[in-house]
């Protein structure tokens, strides 16, 4: 049975500001490096047969070092790249309270478009065939796919039959890792948002 391993990147400057990233080129900043480490450090003991990564340079970080002392090679799949925020990219959350884009986004996530950029069903589409072509060439052994907040919402909706507004209430936090098992062609959740920094706040 393939197990799948869900995993965000470490923190970057922007996250810390609240500065709209989308695909945006920022890399982590100390305490994602740190936050990196220790996730690397806690699934050391695990076998991965492979690693999959968005090309975004933060996720790239991550996965670098989850692969560094197992001698795996990183693949890059675009599809699992950050959601397309199109000209809100490099923007503040906190300038957009008003804007009808972002109140949409969490009534109706599936359809919300960014200016420019790109829904989260067509994230979640994209992500989801990711991960179906990676388990046609994979068909046991754990798998890790290190992705971005929104598309680990989209893929666990997508694996777990439910609708992406109920994933608006999930939490992925930077370096966790999300894991699912398949079976009888069905995904069953073992845990979801660990990590060595996991904090009940």
Excluded at 7 to 29: A, C, F, K, Y
Excluded at 138 to 152: E, I, K, R
Excluded at 165 to 192: K, N, P
Aim: glycine share 6%; charged share 20%; proline share 6%.
């Amino acid at each position: 049975m393939p197990t799948l391993l869900l995993i965000r990147h470490g923190e970057t400057d922007w996250n810390r500001s609240g500065q709209i990233m989308g695909q945006h080129p920022v890399p982590l900043n100390d305490t994602g490096r740190r936050q990196a480490s220790a996730l690397a450090a806690l699934l050391a003991p695990y076998p991965i047969a492979a690693l999959y990564s968005s090309p975004v340079v933060r996720t790239l970080e991550t996965a670098e070092r989850l692969a560094a002392s197992r001698e795996l090679a990183v693949r890059q799949d675009p599809r699992l790249r950050e959601i397309d925020v199109g000209n809100w990219a490099g923007r503040f959350w906190r300038d957009l309270e008003q804007e009808p884009v972002r109140r949409q986004w969490y009534s109706h996530p599936h359809d919300a478009r960014f200016p420019g950029g790109e829904t989260l069903g067509e994230v979640q589409t994209r992500a989801a065939a990711a991960v179906a072509d990676a388990l046609t060439r994979h068909t046991s052994g754990t798998l890790a796919f290190v992705s971005h907040g929104d598309v680990l919402r989209a893929l666990v909706a997508h694996c777990l039959c439910l609708p992406l507004e109920a994933m608006q209430a999930f939490r992925f936090d930077h370096a966790s890792v999300t894991a699912l098992t398949v079976s009888g062609g069905r995904y069953w959740a073992s845990c979801i948002n660990y990590s060595p920094d996991l904090r009940f706040e």
